[in-house]
T-cell receptor, first 109, second 112 residues
């Protein structure tokens, strides 16, 4: 069965420190992986998807099929990065997302 | 562009009642999906519609139903409401069947 696990409910770092938000998944196939972000009082929005291999707002994520992980990283956290981050998986037929339970990132000044 | 709009924004219902939630996708988007987000959890997939046909259904009871209209707007219906149906209901739209989705702000349903 497909599952997305985000082991940390809350991650607190200081401004300028590196940040890594963990995401592990289980799926018997080749899924597509995404990171969504929800800033305070805003709607859920796409941050990045693994197939585009883009860096958005300084964030990157590498799909590791061997470890079934898709961790989100940023070398220098900013206060405006404070938000709720959700990892999501979409099966090959791409008609639904399976979301993790989310990690709240708190960047302290 | 108005984005994905959902109505109402908040709703309070009594156990056993029925509720209809509405979603207007971004202009030109033909695919609409519905998600339930319970407090403290990630969104859970309920339905996906494309070109007015149901393309996917999540693990929800038959009390949950949906439909998509010719103008691609969509309604989610929930019958015989339970306290556990209290959640944020999100609608998301996409231009095609296999594209990234844009989410609405959601409808907060409280069942008392």
């Amino acid at each position: 069965a497909q599952r997305v696990t985000q082991p940390e409910k809350l991650l607190s770092v200081f401004k300028g420190a590196p940040v890594e938000l963990k995401c592990n998944y289980s799926y018997s196939g080749s899924p597509e992986l995404f990171w969504y972000v929800q800033y305070s009082r805003q709607r859920l929005q796409l941050l990045l998807r693994h197939i585009s291999r883009e860096s958005i707002k300084g964030f990157t994520a590498d799909l590791n099929k061997g470890e079934t992980s898709f961790h989100l990283k940023k070398p220098f956290a900013q206060e405006e990065d404070s938000a709720m981050y959700y990892c999501a998986l979409s099966p090959y037929n791409f008609n639904k997302f399976y979301f993790g339970s989310g990690t709240k990132l708190n960047v302290k000044p | 562009d108005a984005g994905v709009t959902q109505s109402p924004t908040h709703l309070i219902k009594t156990r056993g009642q029925q509720v209809t939630l509405r979603c207007s996708p971004i202009s030109g988007h033909k695919s609409v999906s519905w998600y339930q987000q319970v407090l403290g959890q990630g969104p859970q997939f309920i339905f996906q519609y494309y070109e007015k046909e149901e393309r996917g259904r999540g693990n929800f009871p038959d009390r949950f139903s949906a439909r998509q209209f010719p103008n691609y707007s969509s309604e989610l219906n929930v019958n015989a409401l339970l306290l556990g149906d209290s959640a944020l209901y999100l609608c998301a739209s996409s231009p095609r069947d296999r594209e990234g989705y844009t989410f609405g702000s959601g409808t907060r349903l409280t069942v008392v």
